[in-house]
Each structure stands twice: as structure tokens, then as C-alpha cells.
């Protein structure tokens, strides 16, 4: 009734013709009190208070007591209404009619509201998340919903943490205390403090913080009694505070985007532009502000369709300008922040658009700002305590906003110079090459020593594989800028990585730059060893068996002017497979074994070891079985003399020992085959590949379903399908579902 009470006053001191400053001196009250009653800030006033007011506006009999009875939570005719939903919104700003979406949040905070009143003390939520995320609009809306839970009242104080000047704590204690009915305030804030807590002490309440900037500013604000909830929202986590709940916002679902948008513009145009619609929450980040600022430029001009402010919005140069309605601005909210924010943690947050990606870590910021890792880690805390950047899900790890990459890219064009930014870029680049080469070194089969740089295999894989977007950058910025050196090391690094993920990057790109690379430097044997590895990425990746047989073909005879054995043997087992592919096994006969000699005459072991196993296949495909297995024991016999037993290394035995299951099993030696393919398997696993890993369980469970164990066959077959979905291998997982209808079969 709080609201109602304000308006009969406002009406009664008109008719008056009193000013509230007249009015407070005739009842000998602080102006302030008669504002907040007007407002509608004091959910209690004193009776005394209110009487004497009735007293000095000199009303008649019927509307002091009218104005006495609404005051008391009584309308005129003596009912009591202590329970009415709009009293218990007390001092609270209105609610959304179109509030949408968060139901996860409102029902965790409906859970708070219930859990406050068995709580010995005072229970706070943080609800905490970047800018323009409707933290405010949440913590109101989920008041008004659970205010009715509280006969104590409910009470709002904005803070105005990302003002220049916050709200004092002050200020705050005269809101509350006049929101309590408190007519004559004390006259120090010691003393005012020491009343509120007495007062919080008393009954069960609601009270909401709003716009906090730190913990300082929370906690003489915290009720003194139990049965309390306080609602706190905040860009930052509050971390200092302890014993509290937090509720972090991220944006939107797609689905409660169009659920605020179908609110705000009217389902009607929403429904007829679906598929803008969609398109226009994507631009906005699905950040509520922007959202709600589309939506209301799309409510004042009925005349625009869904379509047409998207295609405005499309522009990235343009989209902070559009997203602004009114006195509300998506970029102001993110300015409050950004200008809070030290010297050094500005230039970080700067420093992501350099160089947009996907995620950041603290290596990749620390190269860009040319800082430590360590001060970098603190710099980056500091952003997501700002709200300007979020933590992933991913321990270490950080996530841009869309909308605050625009803004980013707007502060780097203010407040740095292109030499500044190129020098960044220059640095980030210049790490993530030196991280890729440290990585080859744990995945290069030929390699006897550990690398420095990481501290296993996996973990070099799991950088190439998380780090993907800032590196596959890195060599497209190095190529543009024609540093064909460093293309050329990138892709000689990462042969043995393409080998492990087939689709992490487009493969044949990083070649063709290389062989363009090469070309540009005149280095006719680079050229030969990348033109090889674009041949692999054209027939891996595409089946081009007629531009890969180009590629390699070429590679020969580069390599055959030049007087590099090597790199002829390479081109040969390459071509050799492609003319399998083509159906002449007499040519790819003749190829593989002239790869074996020339690999073997420049003392390449490893390509000695492929052309031998690769040879082999070839010979069994044609039942040639004897001498396809006295091959692959060679090619076993050699793996040991000419490979380090390392991680690296291990996956490369294990396709000979693969190759060497299969042949037994084609001579019935079920025993031999499932001891070679056994031993396979620790091999992959031992390199932590994975895809290996898989497709030789499922070559076991075959041999095992012909040798007559269907039972031990199907706990394989479920172990090769569960590595073969991990790594998304789609051909193998065909082949799995041929094997289970097999299997099937046997056991019913």
C-alpha cells in the first residue's frame, strides 16, 4: 500500500498548496522523509508520523483516516491487507511486464527465498555477469515474485557501483531507515547504523542491493537478523564475500532471446520474420540490453521489418551506434566499466581485438601485452571482476562477447597505433610458432630426446588442439606478410599433428602456402618435401586422386634432379598408393619397392618401415601372404634398431603390429593374431592416439568373432565404438555398424 499512500499525499499536500519542503517544517520532519513517503520508499511509516502530517495538511475526519488506514496496510473500509502482493513490493522499482526467460535463475532464487526462512542468518545471492546481461532486471523481477514471503517488507537500494561516485553507505542507511518508517534520523551514520542493524534484526525481509561495485559496499548493508534475503547484483563475483550464493548470468538462450523479442516488438512480426528474428538475437549477442534495444527501435517504428534492421545491424563498424534507444546505450554500459579499469588492465582488454579468437589464455594475452604470464593472469581476473570478459568452462581459459569484441576493436583504433598493434600481432604470432615447434618435438617418431617446452605428449597435443584458432592465425599472418621461413617450419612442425587430426585446419591450405613458400625462396627440395604433403592432404582429405597424383609426381622429380633419395622414396609410397586406388597393383608393386631401397639408401628408417608395412598390404590384398608377413616381421625387427621407444614413436609400431594380427588371423593363428593386435593397442595408447586406438579395437573384435568368441568380441566392438565417436571417425563407425549386425547374428 506504500504506493497508494504516496499518492494520497502528494494529492492532499497539492490541494494544500504546501511544497513537501513546507510540509516538512509545519510537522517538523526531514524533507527527505516526506519525499520517500511520496516515492513510495517507506513500506511502515510511523503512526505518529502520518498523523501529524494529517494534522498539518488540516484534512477532514474521513481522509485522515483513510490516509492513517493505508498507512497501517488497512483501505478504507478496516480490512487488513498485510498480505497484499503490492504493499510487499515496498521501496521496489517496477517490474518488466515482458520480463523473458531465466527461468533456471528465478527458480534457484525461489529455492533462496525458501531456504531464508529456516537460515539462522541473513542469506545472500550474488547474481553477477558482464554488462548489459539484465542482472537489475533479474534481482527486481524475482523480488516482486517472492515478496509476498516476507512481512518484514521489502526494500531496494541502487549503489551505483559503476558510478564516478558510488552511492555512501550514508546515503544508503537514510534510504533504509526512511523505508523502515524512521521519521527523525540520528544524526551520525555510526549512530544510523547501529539503528538499522537493530531494526534488520527484527521480522523477515527482502532487501535488494542493486549495482554493487565492490564488497565494502555490501556488507554494512547486510541485515542484522535471520530470515533475511538479500539480493545482490553485481558485475563482479564479490568474491570477498563469504558464505554467500552466487547466481552467474550469461546471455540468452537462443530460445528466451526470441521469447524477449516476441514480448517487446509483438509475436505477430516476430512469428512472420522468424528467421530474422534469429539473426537479429545472434547480432545482439543475445545479450538482453542489446536486445531490449533492437526491440524497442523495431516498437517505435512499425514501419520497419524484422529484416531491415538486421541488414543495418550486419555492419560491425556500425552495430554499437544502432544499438541505442533512447537515454539506454549498449555502449555506455560497457564504458561504466571500461573506465573503472586501471591502465594496465585497459590495454589488456584492448589487446583482444588484436587478434579476435574463439577463447583466450593467459600465454596468448601475456605475448600480446608483452607482460609476464603471471601479471597477465591478474590483468585478465581484473576484467572478468569488471564484467568485461568471461571465464570458459576450461580452467585458465577466457570468452569474448561478441558485442565487447566491437567495443575492444573500437578503444584499439582510439587509443593505439598501428605500429603498437603489428607489434602485438608480431609478438602473439612469434609465441605461437615457438610453441608449435616445441610441440613437434614430442610428436616426431624420430626423435630420441623429450623436448623442452611441455612436459608430455598429451599435453603438446592438447595445446595443438585448444590453441588451433590462434595458431592456424599465426601462419596465415606469417604467409601474408611473406615470411616463408617461418611458413615452411610451421608446416614441417605440424606434419606429424595432421597425421594424428585429419580435420583440425584445412590441411592442403598449410600446404599449398608451403609450396608457395618454397618456390619463393627457390628451394627446390622444401618444395618437393611440401608438394609430398599436399598429394597426402588432397587424397586424405578430398579423394582428389588426380591432383594429388600432380603433387607427387612433381615431388619425384624435384627430388630426383636435386639428388634427394629421401623425398623420392616418400613420392613413390605415395604414388604407389593412389595407383592401388586406381587398380594397377603391378605399378604400385614396382613403386613401393623402389621406395624401400631409396629410403633405405638415405638412411630413413621410419619411411623404411612405412614402404615395408605399406608393401605388405599390397601383397596381401593379392594373397601374396609370405612374403606380406616376412615384411612386416622385418619392418617390426627394424622399428626397434631404428626408433626411440617413445610416446611418438609407439603408434608406428603399432600400424606394424596391426598389419601383423591381420595376417595371422589370415593363417588361422587366431593366438598370434590377438597377441599382435593386443600389443597394437598399447602401442596407440602408449602415443595417446586415439583414432588408432579405435579402429584396432575394431579390427580385434572381428578376429575375435573368427575365432569363435562372439562374447569377448562385443565388449571390443563397445570399447572401438566408444574411441571411434570421440574422435568423430564417421568411415570406421560405418564399419562398426557392419561388425554389431555380425555379431548380432551369432548370438541370437
Known amino acids: 500500500?506504500?504506493?497508494?499512500?504516496?499518492?494520497?499525499?502528494?494529492?492532499?499536500?497539492?490541494?494544500?498548496?504546501?511544497?513537501?519542503?513546507?510540509?516538512?517544517?509545519?510537522?517538523?520532519?526531514?524533507?527527505?522523509?516526506?519525499?520517500?513517503?511520496?516515492?513510495?520508499?517507506?513500506?511502515?511509516?510511523?503512526?505518529?508520523?502520518?498523523?501529524?502530517?494529517?494534522?498539518?495538511?488540516?484534512?477532514?475526519?474521513?481522509?485522515?483516516?483513510?490516509?492513517?488506514?493505508?498507512?497501517?496496510?488497512?483501505?478504507?473500509?478496516?480490512?487488513?491487507?498485510?498480505?497484499?502482493?503490492?504493499?510487499?513490493?515496498?521501496?521496489?522499482?517496477?517490474?518488466?511486464?515482458?520480463?523473458?526467460?531465466?527461468?533456471?535463475?528465478?527458480?534457484?532464487?525461489?529455492?533462496?527465498?525458501?531456504?531464508?526462512?529456516?537460515?539462522?542468518?541473513?542469506?545472500?545471492?550474488?547474481?553477477?555477469?558482464?554488462?548489459?546481461?539484465?542482472?537489475?532486471?533479474?534481482?527486481?523481477?524475482?523480488?516482486h515474485q517472492q515478496a509476498r514471503h516476507f512481512p518484514r517488507g521489502s526494500f531496494f537500494v541502487d549503489l551505483r557501483g559503476m558510478d564516478d561516485e558510488p552511492t555512501p553507505l550514508a546515503q544508503a542507511l537514510d534510504q533504509l531507515l526512511t523505508a523502515f518508517g524512521v521519521a527523525q534520523l540520528p544524526p551520525s551514520t555510526d549512530a544510523r547504523l547501529t539503528l538499522y542493524r537493530t531494526l534488520s534484526g527484527e521480522g523477515r525481509g527482502l532487501l535488494v542491493l542493486d549495482n554493487a561495485r565492490d564488497e565494502a559496499q555490501v556488507r554494512p548493508l547486510l541485515p542484522n537478523g535471520p530470515g533475511w534475503l538479500v539480493l545482490v547484483s553485481s558485475r563482479s563475483a564479490l568474491a570477498g564475500l563469504a558464505g554467500v550464493r552466487r547466481v552467474p548470468l550469461r546471455v540468452l538462450s537462443e530460445e528466451e532471446a526470441q521469447l524477449l523479442l516476441t514480448g517487446a516488438v509483438g509475436g505477430g512480426r516476430i512469428a512472420t520474420e522468424s528467421a530474422a528474428a534469429v539473426e537479429l538475437g545472434r547480432l545482439c549477442g543475445r545479450l538482453p540490453l542489446a536486445l531490449r534495444v533492437a526491440a524497442n527501435r523495431l516498437a517505435v517504428r512499425p514501419q520497419w521489418s524484422v529484416q531491415s534492421l538486421v541488414e543495418r545491424l550486419r555492419n560491425e563498424r556500425r552495430r554499437l551506434d544502432l544499438l541505442r534507444a533512447g537515454d539506454i546505450e549498449v555502449r555506455s554500459a560497457f564504458e561504466l566499466s571500461y573506465r573503472l579499469l586501471d591502465t594496465p588492465a585497459r590495454r589488456a582488454f584492448r589487446s583482444l581485438a588484436v587478434v579476435p579468437l574463439p577463447q583466450y589464455s593467459a600465454p596468448v594475452v601475456a605475448a600480446l601485452v608483452d607482460e609476464p604470464v603471471a601479471v597477465t593472469e591478474d590483468l585478465l581476473d581484473a576484467l572478468v571482476d569488471a564484467g568485461l570478459l568471461n571465464a570458459a568452462a576450461t580452467a585458465g581459459r577466457y570468452v569474448l562477447h561478441d558485442l565487447l569484441a566491437l567495443f575492444a576493436a573500437e578503444r584499439i583504433d582510439a587509443e593505439e597505433s598501428a605500429a603498437d598493434t603489428d607489434a602485438a600481432r608480431d609478438r602473439l604470432a612469434g609465441h605461437l610458432l615457438g610453441r608449435i615447434a616445441s610441440a613437434h618435438g614430442w610428436l616426431d617418431p624420430t626423435r630420441w630426446r623429450p623436448p623442452a617446452g611441455f612436459p608430455t605428449a598429451p599435453a603438446a597435443v592438447n595445446w595443438l588442439d585448444t590453441e588451433r584458432p590462434g595458431w592456424w592465425w599465426a601462419i596465415r599472418y606469417v604467409a601474408t606478410r611473406g615470411r616463408h621461413h617461418e611458413v615452411l617450419a610451421a608446416a614441417g612442425h605440424l606434419y606429424w599433428y595432421a597425421e594424428r587430426r585429419h580435420l583440425a585446419v584445412p590441411w592442403d591450405e598449410l600446404f599449398r602456402r608451403a609450396v608457395r613458400a618454397a618456390q619463393s625462396l627457390g628451394d627446390p627440395v622444401a618444395e618437393a618435401f611440401q608438394r609430398n604433403n599436399l598429394g597426402w592432404a588432397l587424397y586424405l582429405l578430398h579423394d582428389d586422386l588426380d591432383e594429388a597424383y600432380v603433387e607427387h609426381r612433381t615431388a619425384l622429380a624435384l627430388a630426383e634432379a636435386a639428388g634427394e633419395p629421401g623425398i623420392a622414396g616418400w613420392a613413390r609410397c605415395y604414388l604407389a598408393a593412389l595407383q592401388s586406388r586406381r587398380a594397377d597393383p603391378g605399378a604400385a608393386l614396382a613403386n613401393l619397392r623402389d621406395a624401400r631401397r631409396l629410403l633405405l639408401a638415405a638412411d630413413d628408417r621410419l619411411g623404411w618401415i612405412v614402404a615395408s608395412y605399406t608393401l605388405s598390404d599390397l601383397l596381401r590384398s593379392t594373397g601374396q601372404l609370405d612374403e606380406a608377413l616376412r615384411l612386416v616381421e622385418e619392418a617390426d625387427q627394424g622399428w626397434g634398431s631404428a626408433l626411440p621407444d617413445r610416446p611418438a614413436s609407439r603408434p608406428l609400431r603399432g600400424w606394424v603390429r596391426h598389419r601383423l594380427g591381420l595376417l595371422q588371423a589370415d593363417r588361422g593363428r587366431f593366438g598370434d593374431a590377438e597377441a599382435a593386435l593386443r600389443g597394437a593397442i598399447e602401442d596407440f595408447d602408449a602415443g595417446?592416439?586415439?583414432?588408432?586406438?579405435?579402429?584396432?579395437?575394431?579390427?580385434?573384435?572381428?578376429?575375435?568373432?573368427?575365432?569363435?568368441?562372439?562374447?569377448?568380441?562385443?565388449?571390443?566392438?563397445?570399447?572401438?565404438?566408444?574411441?571411434?565417436?570421440?574422435?568423430?571417425?564417421?568411415?570406421?563407425?560405418?564399419?562398426?555398424?557392419?561388425?554389431?549386425?555380425?555379431l548380432d547374428e551369432i548370438l541370437d
Open 688 to 742: 595417446d592416439d586415439l583414432g588408432c586406438l579405435g579402429r584396432t579395437h575394431l579390427t580385434l573384435a572381428e578376429v575375435l568373432l573368427r575365432a569363435g568368441a562372439p562374447e569377448r568380441a562385443q565388449v571390443v566392438l563397445d570399447r572401438a565404438t566408444e574411441l571411434l565417436e570421440t574422435v568423430n571417425d564417421v568411415g570406421s563407425l560405418g564399419e562398426v555398424a557392419q561388425v554389431r549386425a555380425w
Open 1 to 143: 500500500m506504500s504506493g497508494r499512500l504516496g499518492v494520497l499525499l502528494r494529492r492532499h499536500r497539492t490541494v494544500a498548496g504546501l511544497t513537501q519542503e513546507e510540509l516538512a517544517e509545519r510537522a517538523g520532519l526531514a524533507v527527505r522523509t516526506v519525499r520517500n513517503l511520496e516515492l513510495g520508499w517507506v513500506t511502515r511509516p510511523q503512526r505518529r508520523t502520518v498523523e501529524e502530517l494529517a494534522d498539518r495538511l488540516g484534512l477532514s475526519a474521513a481522509d485522515r483516516s483513510q490516509l492513517v488506514a493505508v498507512a497501517r496496510c488497512r483501505d478504507d473500509t478496516g480490512e487488513d491487507r498485510t498480505g497484499a502482493d503490492e504493499d510487499r513490493a515496498g521501496s521496489l522499482p517496477g517490474d518488466l511486464t515482458d520480463f523473458a526467460g531465466r527461468a533456471g535463475e528465478l527458480h534457484r532464487l525461489a529455492e533462496e527465498a525458501q531456504g531464508a526462512a529456516r537460515a539462522e542468518a541473513a542469506r545472500v545471492v550474488v547474481v553477477n555477469g558482464p554488462p548489459g546481461v539484465g542482472k537489475t532486471s533479474l534481482v527486481v523481477h524475482a523480488a
